[in-house]
């Protein structure tokens, strides 16, 4: 059904051309007339036409006065002007309106049939792509609520997200730098700040997380995480680096409002909300912290950390984002980076405390130390008791600043080298002794879980872990063995082809001789020939 509104003050041009649509169209067509501007504009608000036939020329308000009234109501209806003159005044504002033909009158019957196949052509195409749109945002409904869930996950459970987290944020619009966490809990009623029975509202989360989803994004533009227990949580992206007064007073009423709403929603379920402090996204995971302390520590509904009765804080200005980057930075064994930051924060320390050489001196040590042991739990370095013997009396013994920032960048280089060096190292000795073993097992029926097995490792990274250090695949490397081995048998009269085949670990004689012949380029018999 299309909705075709008229618009002329000529009654023989209005019943013309209802009767020509009417009689072309049928019932395909719903037809509505209007003699003046003002009431096709009311007439529009209350029919909605798909297409309008405007005259130019009306009493009062013009056809041009009323398609801009009509186009504020709605941008998708089609104009087709109708005007007496060949040229007038409005033809660049009705191009403006994206007006789809001009018609001079007289109009004759096949010109305006024309027309109205293009215009209702349009209108089907406005509607299916609506629709398409619409279907998109209903698979985006199902699939966002995974990817959020995911995002969440990752930033709180994985230490070496930071290679995929890029993609998250692409698919998630992330664009600010900054975030902080809310972390919501549910229970069945709260007792001095603790919700009872976590366990049995969390089974029964499942059936009001849609909803949750809805209320929170009502009150916040966040990122919803998975049910967890009898939480769930909430990434906020932020903007600045640190949420003034006026604005944590905002966070804490929307959360206040949200906390009220959830629990209208969901009934008998009683909410509270930890808010954690704004945090670089790439640290995010202490506002979550926060959050929980922020809970475990207050007693009302909704808590912000800054309000917990003890609040650690530095005792003056402090770089907590540089010394979090260089920490972050050396464990992802960045060098550039790493040093790069190591001289920013020995920059600060100089500038505030030169006065104070052991401070820095033991500030270093402990930075130093902190990304060592990190280094090490993360079994990317090496570590021994005795490993930091001399770090004292190296720091001690530096003649000034300049020699104990480089004693700083030095350590910082060799944490990071360190790591590169065992990751390496580690990856080549897997994959020497899954080459050791193919060379010993070729002529077997061997499989890459076998040998994925043999060196424990799971088949998937063992397969992209063998294609990096050894630049072939699995595959490749176990038939070019083969290959090898069966070339030299081939040379000897000793064995027969077929013979070979099996000895090679190809017990069909016929799919030995195909791969053979891929490879060199002729069959084990045209081989032994020339041999």
């Known amino acids: 059904m299309y909705r075709i509104l008229i618009a002329d003050d000529e009654g023989i041009m209005l019943e013309s051309l209802r009767k020509m649509i009417t009689n072309n169209y049928g019932r395909e067509v719903e037809i509505s007339c209007a003699k003046t501007g003002r009431a096709v504009i009311e007439l529009a608000e209350s029919f909605r036409p798909d297409i309008i036939f405007m005259d130019i020329q009306m009493p009062g308000l013009s056809g041009v006065q009323a398609m801009r009234e009509i186009r504020k109501l709605n941008q998708s209806t089609i104009f087709i002007v109708i005007t007496a003159y060949d040229r007038f005044n409005y033809a660049q504002e009705c191009i403006s309106l994206g007006v789809l033909e001009f018609l001079t009158k007289p109009v004759n019957k096949r010109v305006i049939l024309e027309v109205c196949d293009k215009a209702m052509h349009q209108v089907d195409e406005s509607r299916k792509k ?10 985006l409904e199902t699939v966002v609520p995974m990817i959020e869930s995911g995002y969440i996950y990752n930033l709180l459970l994985q230490d070496e997200f930071s290679t995929y ?14 975030a902080f966490m809310v972390v919501v809990e549910f229970g069945d009623s709260n007792e001095n700040g603790v919700l009872t029975n976590a366990i049995g509202v969390s089974v029964r989360a499942g059936r009001f997380y849609s909803e949750f989803r809805e209320t929170a ?10 049910v967890m227990g009898n939480r769930i949580v909430l990434l906020i992206p932020y903007e600045d680096k640190a949420a003034s007064y006026e604005d944590r007073i905002d966070i804490l009423q929307n959360a206040r409002n949200m906390v009220h709403r959830l629990e209208q929603m969901a009934g008998d379920v ?17 506002s979550y912290s926060e959050a929980l302390q922020a809970l475990r520590e207050g007693k009302s509904h909704v808590v912000h950390f800054n309000d917990i009765p003890v609040v650690q804080e530095y005792d003056g200005e402090y770089p907590r984002d540089l010394e979090d980057s260089y ?27 030169r006065d104070h050489r052991e401070d820095i001196e033991i500030k270093v040590l402990e930075m130093v130390m902190r990304v060592e042991y990190q280094a090490f739990r993360k079994g990317s370095a090496h570590y021994g008791f005795r490993y930091r013997e001399n770090y004292i009396r190296d720091i001690q013994s530096c003649k000034g600043f300049e020699e104990l920032r480089q004693w700083f960048l030095k350590k910082t280089q060799e944490v990071c080298r360190g790591m590169t060096t065992v990751k390496e190292k580690e990856s080549e000795s897997v994959v020497s002794r899954a ?16 040998v994925s097995r043999h060196v424990d490792i799971s088949p998937y990274y063992f397969s992209k872990l063998f294609k990096q250090q050894d630049g072939r695949t699995f595959i490749e490397y ?7 081995e069966a070339k030299r048998m081939l040379r000897s009269p000793g064995y027969s082809i077929k013979e070979i085949g099996i000895m090679c670990g190809y017990s069909d004689p016929n799919y030995f001789s195909r791969i053979f012949k891929k490879y060199e380029g002729v069959t084990p018999s045209e081989f032994r020939e020339h041999a």
């Open 217 to 226: 994004h009502g009150f916040f533009d966040c990122i919803v995480g998975p």
């Open 435 to 450: 080459r050791a073993y193919i060379d010993e097992n070729y002529q077997k029926d061997i499989s890459l879980d076998d």
């Open 165 to 178: 987290e890029d993609q998250y944020r692409d698919l998630l619009n992330i664009t600010a730098e900054n």
């Open 327 to 353: 920490i972050q930075r050396v464990l992802e064994a960045d060098e550039a980076a790493s040093v790069s930051v190591a001289n920013r924060f020995f920059d600060w320390m100089v500038a505030n405390y």
């Open 478 to 484: 176990l038939t070019g063995v083969r290959i090898h």
């Open 270 to 286: 009683k909410f509270r909300a930890g808010i954690g402090k704004v945090k670089p996204l790439t640290s995010v995971k202490e």
């Open 130 to 139: 609506r629709s398409d749109d619409l279907k998109i945002r209903e698979k």
